[in-house]
């Protein structure tokens, strides 16, 4: 297993703009997250999945982020209407239910948005 | 909350010892540490559970403090390549899955 996939690694994208991205997780692990990472900063949660289901999406997610994790495979996560802000390294981790081994993190995807 | 981590960085010796410490307002049924190199993920070094039990890489150890919901990573004998940011994690004691929440982080460079 090659660990957690992030694509794209860049994403320079215009204001207003629709993003999209995508994360595989490690095949074996039935939960995913995805996190959003500033500067000098620790992870900020934005939602998580346990198979196909999104059982928890953070209080500060707008309605213009959304996620998907079709199957309980991969997942995407798009954001509709991309503003300034919303710059960040966005990082996807799995996790295995039960396990002792704590999250396994992409290497992100950082977005700028100009 | 996100839980607060001090201090905030720290510079050490190669050998010296470091104490880094995560402080909760919740009740928590697990505390993770990771640690995260510049322009890397965060990789994974320890879990402590509510409980006792702990899980973690053999270099580093850490405590749980459940009656006061904070936890300490303990690095002895640092080396170069223990430099980068240390981030905890905190799973609240609410049967809300294991979604962690993260501090802010405690940049530790380790000179030679």
């Known amino acids: 297993d090659t660990g957690v996939s992030q694509n794209p690694r860049h994403k320079i994208t215009k204001r207003g703009q629709n993003v999209t991205f995508r994360c595989d997780p490690i095949s074996e692990h039935n939960r995913l997250y995805w996190y959003r990472q500033t500067l000098g900063q620790g992870p900020e949660f934005l939602t998580y999945f346990q198979n196909e289901a999104q059982l928890e999406k953070s209080r500060l997610l707008s309605d213009r982020f959304s996620a998907e994790r079709p199957k309980g495979s991969f997942s995407t996560l798009e954001i509709q209407r991309t503003e300034q802000g919303d710059s960040a390294m966005y990082l996807c981790?799995?996790?295995?239910?039960?396990?002792?081994?704590?999250?396994?993190f992409g290497s992100g995807t950082r977005l700028t948005v100009v | 909350q996100q839980p607060v981590q001090s201090p905030q960085a720290v510079i050490l010796r190669e050998g010296e010892d470091a104490v880094i410490n995560c402080s909760s307002s919740k009740a928590l049924y697990s505390v993770h540490w990771y640690r995260q190199k510049h322009g890397e993920a965060p990789v994974f070094l320890m879990i402590?559970?509510?409980?006792?039990e702990q899980k973690g890489h053999e270099k580093i150890s850490a405590s749980f403090n459940e009656k006061k919901q904070q936890s300490s990573l303990y690095l002895t004998a640092s080396q170069l390549s223990y430099s980068g940011t240390y981030f905890c994690?905190?799973?609240?004691?609410?049967?809300?899955?294991?979604?962690?929440?993260f501090g802010g982080g405690t940049r530790l460079m380790v000179k030679p």
């Open positions: 994690g905190t799973e609240e004691d609410n049967n809300a899955g294991n979604m962690l929440t």
């Open positions: 981790a799995s996790s295995l239910e039960g396990s002792f081994y704590g999250y396994t």
């Open positions: 402590l559970l509510k409980g006792g």
